[in-house]
């Protein structure tokens, strides 16, 4: 069973594991470059989730004895002087392709939603088909704000 929930400050060693299970590809299109610092990376996710306007969701993989294993990530921040919110978001490898992201997805614009914000917005490579097949499916439009290398996209939130 997948449970989605919110990060907390007891997550970031699970969340360095998680990370370093990651595929190099995975983890490089998650944050656009190379990337090895991944207990940074578990502590940044983690340090900003006492911002109202910011917090972290994970896609947990629940099992019936034992402790759950973190899936998939979903980093969002509000942007007050763009007035949108900007996320980032990784699945495992072997998850991927199951809903696991679109999951994620909308659990992010419903709190999105309910913390008042109107719009989310992200941005990734031309080259990401998967992440760009997440945001069609997930309602996201084309900004035409992105460059021949990156591309931008944007969802009004309805309320
Ligand atoms: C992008 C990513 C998060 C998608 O998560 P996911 O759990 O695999 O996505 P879902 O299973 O929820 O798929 C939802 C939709 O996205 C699209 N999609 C997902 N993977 C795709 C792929 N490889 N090619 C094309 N479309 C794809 C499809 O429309 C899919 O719906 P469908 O399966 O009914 O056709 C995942 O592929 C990933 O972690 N990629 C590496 C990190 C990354 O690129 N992050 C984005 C930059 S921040």
């Known amino acids: 069973m997948v449970r989605i929930r919110t990060a907390n400050a007891s997550d970031v060693e699970g969340l360095s594991i998680y990370f370093t299970g990651l595929s190099a590809t995975t983890r490089n299109k998650r944050f656009m470059g190379a990337r090895a610092d991944v207990a940074l990376l578990a502590a940044e996710c983690i340090a900003k989730v006492s ?6 969701l994970l896609a947990e993989l629940r099992q019936e004895e034992g402790p759950s294993t973190i899936i998939g990530e979903t980093r969002y921040a509000y942007d007050a002087a763009a ?3 900007d996320f980032a978001i990784s699945v ?4 991927q392709r199951t809903g696991v992201g679109l999951q994620m997805v909308t659990a992010m614009e419903r709190r999105a939603s309910d913390l008042g914000h109107e719009m989310i917005a992200a941005e990734t490579a031309r080259t990401n088909a998967e992440m760009r097949g997440l945001a069609k499916k997930a309602g996201f439009a ?3 704000l992105g460059d021949w290398q990156s591309i931008h996209f944007a969802k009004r939130l309805s309320r």
């Open 142 to 144: 084309d900004t035409g």
């Open 83 to 85: 007035r949108h919110g």
């Open 92 to 95: 495992a490898d072997v998850f």
């Open 51 to 56: 911002h109202p306007n910011h917090f972290t």
